[in-house]
């Protein structure tokens, strides 16, 4: 064994670190893990297999007891939420896990109750029983790594016990309580005869209680809570009760505009007010309000950041969500991933790209409509009056602003007429305004971080020239080709020409459709696509359409030439 200095940096405090030949360094963020979980007495830090893949230490206190095995595998964030089951998905267990999930943390689930509810109420409800709550509680706590427990509805006294008496074999560094009572429907998820267990087993070790009035009211015996200044005087009360901090939501509060909530954390009274949203899509704001807070708190944040954060979350998500529909009661669920409504306008659902949107390509200059006295706006809407199947903005001297700017402008244009927006090389700005895909070349991202990055339903273009090329984009899961230049042309400065040959060469190879690009207009359109190889789906066109007085008849003729139909007189 030889003392080794590779862990200097975060462990220079730790005397007798340990290291057996086959040492493997240990990332900082690693022995930081570490540090937080373990280190509480000196380490002998042995048995570092270098064999594998990831390096793998076993961490021994100095009294020689395991307490575990790590490796240079980065831990996730973790929150385990205890709660119900909504079969509507919009609260409990459901609506933990999306709240989780969308803030970038993992959420393990142990279910205490099954629900059978919808927008219009609870139908009924199956307990859990005890035994099997604490199962999965000893599952989870014992082998998961949880940072954080979140719980919500806890229907009978034995499972809180149950589950106080878990916490105290596994602790977690927080512990978050919604004391769900009554649903947002107002039927009634954990009677009043748990409230005492709550206030003896649970609110004296969590660090986090988040009732709403009614739950707060409940556990303060049925105390009237009517105004702000009766929610300040209830955070107090509910903190002599043991929680380091305590939240009451004012959802409830009656003639305020604005929705106000008390944080309490034991010194410091803060008022939370946001404007209210108005909108039937409210069920599962408070677990998800408590899980976002769960969530932020398994990133490291503090426990007032990560009430703002949360509170700011929903925010957006409830005004976001604020006119989706789902489900005919009197509340309706919200879209944690702020997703929903864009993917219901886009012109397509998830998958449904087409070789047939790559007919009429037209790929956008700033300086031929700037040239022309144009916005990018009205020449996109030019194009697609004329017959455009797909556009792309490809502003390659744009500030980044502006050009995200035209690009959301251009996307409602696109949008009410169902056809496709892509972006040229700037995955940001394609993230920012949720354009419906890339386009990008062979000096680009690569197609395949682009994907990890956009998902999979965005539609991702890649240029090739070349039959390998064309074999990559698709292994890195491209939808489609563009390849070129077929003819010369002054729109990309030296530009490799392939030709008709060239062309051919990369459809043939192709497992995706293709669209043939470079010096193509009106005279010579139908010859490419009239070569009649495989794969090829249809031409795109920079200057035929845009470096001219009018975008409307240029495109116009365009279509005309493709087709063969006579075009409509501007
Ligand atoms: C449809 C289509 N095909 C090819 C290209 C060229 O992309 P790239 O090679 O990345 O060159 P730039 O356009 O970025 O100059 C394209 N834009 N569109
Ligand atoms: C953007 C672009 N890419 C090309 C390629 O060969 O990949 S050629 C090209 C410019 C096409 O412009 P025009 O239609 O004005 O010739
Ligand atoms: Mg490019």
């Known amino acids: 064994m030889a003392y080794c200095g590779v862990l200097t940096s975060s462990l220079s405090f730790i005397k007798n670190v340990n290291?057996?030949?086959?040492?493997?360094?240990?990332?900082?963020?690693?022995?930081?893990?570490?540090?937080?979980?373990?280190?509480?007495?000196?380490?002998?830090?042995?048995?570092?297999?270098?064999?594998?893949h990831l390096a793998t230490a076993m961490v021994i206190q100095e009294n020689g007891a395991s307490v575990g095995s790590h490796s240079s595998k980065m831990e996730i964030?973790?929150?385990?939420?205890?709660?119900?089951?909504?079969?509507?998905?919009?609260?409990?267990?459901?609506?933990?896990?999306?709240?989780?999930?969308?803030?970038?943390?993992?959420?393990?689930?142990v279910i205490t109750a099954v629900t059978a509810q919808n927008t219009v109420g609870v139908q009924d409800v199956f307990i859990v029983p005890?035994?099997?709550?604490?199962?999965?509680?000893?599952?989870?706590?014992?082998?998961?790594?949880?940072?954080?427990?979140?719980?919500?509805?806890?229907?009978?006294?034995?499972?809180?016990?149950?589950?106080?008496?878990?916490?105290?074999?596994?602790?977690?560094?927080?512990?978050?309580?919604?004391?769900?009572?009554?649903?947002?429907?107002?039927?009634v998820l954990a009677g009043p005869s748990i409230l005492?267990?709550?206030?003896?087993?649970?609110?004296?070790?969590?660090?986090?209680?988040?009732?709403?009035?009614?739950?707060?009211?409940?556990?303060?015996?049925?105390?009237?809570?009517?105004?702000?200044?009766?929610?300040?005087?209830?955070?107090?009360?509910?903190?002599k009760m043991g929680p380091r901090n305590v939240l009451v939501k004012g959802g409830d509060l009656p003639d305020l505009l604005d929705a106000v909530d008390i944080f309490f954390d034991g010194e410091n009274i803060y008022e939370f007010k946001s404007a209210r949203v108005i909108t039937r899509n409210t069920h599962g704001t408070g677990c998800t309000l408590a899980s976002c807070i769960a969530a932020e708190l398994a990133k490291g944040s503090p426990m007032l950041s990560a009430v703002k954060v949360a509170k700011c979350y929903i925010e957006s998500a409830l005004d976001y969500s604020k006119d989706i529909f789902i489900g005919d009661g009197p509340q309706g669920p919200f879209d944690h991933f702020v997703r929903l409504k864009t993917s219901s306008h886009n012109y397509h659902g998830p998958g449904a790209f087409s070789p047939s949107n790559l007919f009429m390509y037209a790929v956008t200059d700033s300086r031929m409509n700037e040239k022309w006295g144009r916005s990018i706006t009205d020449a996109v809407k030019a194009a697609i009056e004329g017959g455009a199947t797909i556009v792309q903005l490809?502003?390659?001297?744009?500030?980044?602003?502006?050009?995200?700017?035209?690009?959301?402008?251009?996307?409602?244009?696109?949008?009410?007429?169902k056809v496709p927006l892509l972006i040229n090389d700037r995955v940001d700005v394609a993230l920012a305004c949720d354009a419906d895909g890339v386009h990008v070349g062979q000096s680009d991202m690569p197609a395949c971080e682009v994907r990890r990055l956009l998902g999979p339903e965005k539609i991702i273009g890649a240029s090739c020239k070349t039959p390998k090329q064309a074999q990559q984009a698709w292994i890195d899961g491209a939808d489609y080709i563009g390849s070129g230049g077929v003819f010369p042309t002054n729109t990309k400065a030296n530009n490799l020409t392939i030709g008709l040959d060239?062309?051919?060469?990369?459809?043939?190879?192709?497992?995706?459709?293709?669209?043939?690009?470079g010096g193509i207009g009106i005279s010579n359109a139908r010859s490419v696509m009239d070569t009649g190889v495989p794969n090829l789906s249809g031409v795109a066109v920079v200057s035929a359409l845009f470096d001219q007085e009018c975008v409307l008849s240029a495109t116009?003729?365009?279509?005309?030439?493709?087709?063969g139909v006579a075009p409509k007189p501007t």
């Open 502 to 517: 060239g062309l051919r060469a990369v459809c043939l190879a192709s497992k995706l459709p293709v669209v043939a690009i």
């Open 130 to 187: 005890e035994d099997m709550v604490a199962k999965q509680l000893k599952s989870v706590l014992s082998d998961m790594h949880v940072n954080v427990v979140k719980t919500g509805m806890l229907p009978s006294a034995g499972i809180v016990n149950v589950l106080s008496q878990r916490l105290r074999e596994f602790p977690v560094r927080a512990l978050v309580v919604d004391p769900v009572m009554v649903s947002t429907s107002g039927d």
């Open 196 to 239: 005492s267990d709550f206030r003896e087993k649970l609110l004296p070790i969590a660090d986090l209680v988040t009732p709403n009035l009614k739950e707060a009211s409940a556990l303060l015996g049925g105390m009237h809570l009517q105004t702000i200044a009766d929610m300040c005087a209830a955070a107090k009360l509910l903190h």
């Open 394 to 417: 490809r502003e390659k001297d744009a500030e980044t602003g502006d050009f995200l700017r035209a690009a959301k402008a251009c996307l409602e244009i696109c949008r009410s007429h």
């Open 77 to 109: 964030p973790h929150v385990l939420s205890v709660a119900g089951s909504d079969s509507g998905a919009g609260a409990g267990i459901q609506a933990d896990l999306k709240a989780c999930a969308a803030r970038g943390v993992y959420c393990s689930t």
């Open 19 to 52: 290291f057996d030949q086959n040492y493997v360094p240990l990332s900082n963020f690693q022995a930081t893990t570490l540090q937080s979980r373990h280190l509480r007495s000196p380490l002998i830090i042995s048995k570092i297999n270098s064999s594998r």
């Open 556 to 563: 116009r003729k365009l279509h005309s030439a493709l087709t």
